[in-house]
């Protein structure tokens, strides 16, 4: 009864040095694929990182993580020549197949970031403010554009003729447009109905004026997004992906 009481014990000890130690390597182990994923990926700040599973050693020896959290707030990208700040960026990863800890591949990955409706209006045409559509136009992915009519038109390098200017002086347009994804960076923005101007010939001009498109520079490269869902808080994108290059 002795030895068996004093090999559980001993069990028990050698259980919690083994839990100590997995923990500690875990802790490393997400710190280096931050600071990879940093450089990588040209993040101004290291993400988040979490290794999910238990026992972590033992996914190591076998060169394959079951899944993996990334997190990063505050990154910023470009657009339109404009810097935009790009906040709730995540990504989870399954089945992330290593090389040490210089490289790794995940097989299958999801994930979502947002952009306020004031950095999407940076990269707008002149003079246009890009806000909340409201739920019912939000549940179709469609944001308000509004803005200045002659502004908006000469936005785009239309000459607005002085008797126009007359009749449009002080009119302010409003847009509900369509938000959509284009090639995992380019969010697309389209006028899905129009006001009617008081010009003949100017309505396809006004349309040029308030559609756009909106080109994600310095986003991670493990985020390739392919749909918008609109809120009241902006824009919130999700997407996926095969054979992610988490670092190296």
Same mark, same amino acid.
């Given at each position: ?13 050698? *259980? ?5 130690? !997995? &923990? ?6 997400? &710190? ?10 040209? %993040?101004? #700040? #290291? ?9 972590? @050693? ?14 990063? !707030?505050? $990154? ?13 960026? +995540?990504? #989870?990863?399954?089945? $992330?197949?290593?090389?040490? %800890? ?7 990955? +999801? ?7 004031? !950095? =999407? ?8 403010? $890009? ?9 179709? *992915? ?19 003729? *002085?008797?126009?200017?007359? =009749? ?16 995992? /960076?380019? $969010?697309?923005?389209?006028?899905? /109905?129009?006001?009617? @101007? ?12 308030? !559609?756009? /498109? ?7 490269? +493990? ?12 824009? &919130?994108?999700?997407?996926?992906? +095969? ?6």
């Amino acid at each position: 009864m002795r030895a068996l009481r004093i090999l559980l014990i001993t069990a028990v000890i050698l *259980g919690g040095l083994f839990t100590l130690a !997995d &923990r500690l390597a875990v802790g490393y182990a997400e &710190r280096e694929v931050a600071a990879k994923i940093r450089s990588s990926q040209g %993040l101004s #700040e #290291e993400p988040e990182v979490s290794i999910n599973g238990f026992p972590f @050693l033992t996914q190591v020896v076998g060169s394959e993580l079951d899944d993996v959290s990334v997190s990063a !707030d505050g $990154v910023t990208a470009r657009a339109g020549g404009h810097a935009i700040q790009v906040t709730e960026v +995540t990504a #989870e990863l399954n089945s $992330v197949r290593l090389n040490g %800890l210089s490289s790794a591949v995940a097989d299958r990955a +999801t994930g979502s970031a947002r952009i306020s409706y004031a !950095d =999407l209006a940076k990269s707008a045409p002149k003079g246009a403010s $890009v806000s909340y559509a409201g739920a019912e136009r939000a549940a179709k *992915g469609q944001v308000k554009v509004s803005g200045p009519a002659v502004e908006l038109l000469e936005s785009t390098g239309v000459d607005v003729p *002085g008797f126009a200017e007359g =009749l449009l002086k002080g009119r302010t347009i409003t847009a509900y447009s369509t938000v959509s994804i284009v090639g995992g /960076d380019t $969010v697309r923005v389209r006028a899905a /109905d129009l006001p009617g @101007l008081p010009v003949p010939g100017f309505d396809g001009m006004l349309r040029d004026a308030v !559609d756009y /498109d909106l080109k994600l520079d310095g986003m991670p490269s +493990t985020v390739k997004l392919d749909k918008a869902l609109a809120d009241e808080r902006g824009l &919130r994108f999700s997407g996926a992906g +095969t054979d992610v290059r988490l670092a190296g």
